[in-house]
């Protein structure tokens, strides 16, 4: 199901992103990318120069993300989908459209684009949060 594949890489991205031990945050960020995404998105996001975190089109992740990614199916058939992201609450809610395709009859991330960002914050940090 392309909802959970969305889910499941945002979890492990976003947890991986938060570990102390840069080399086991690398290696579970690149079994994720590797596991969930096509070879197209990977070439997109090696190809981006925005400077921002492709995934999130941030850069900066905020902490609160991965205790609050919850995705809605936009429209799927057989081989492509869509899917609605958002990541967060309150105010610091961004939202995405993932486009996901299937690929050996499993479905993959294909790109990634940021629909909006209701804030530049998080709202955990904010609060005086950790």
């Not at 940021?114 to 949060?129: D, F, L, T, V």
Request: proline share 3%; with cysteine; aromatic share 10%.
């Amino acid at each position: 199901m392309p909802r959970e594949i969305v889910e499941n890489f945002y979890h492990d991205y976003l947890v991986a992103s938060e570990m102390p031990d840069m080399e086991s945050a690398d290696k579970l960020t690149q079994k994720a990318i590797f596991e969930y995404t096509t070879e197209h998105l990977r070439s997109l996001r090696d190809n981006d120069e925005s400077g921002a975190d492709y995934f999130v089109d941030a850069q900066d992740i905020c902490e609160e993300w991965k205790d609050s990614i919850n995705v809605e199916t936009v429209s799927e058939n057989d081989q492509v989908a869509q899917v609605k992201l958002t990541l967060g609450y309150g105010k610091g809610v961004s939202l995405y459209a993932v486009n996901l395709v299937k690929e050996k009859g499993k479905w993959l991330m294909d790109s990634v684009k940021p629909i909006s960002h209701s804030s530049i914050y998080c709202p955990r940090q904010a609060e005086g949060g950790e």
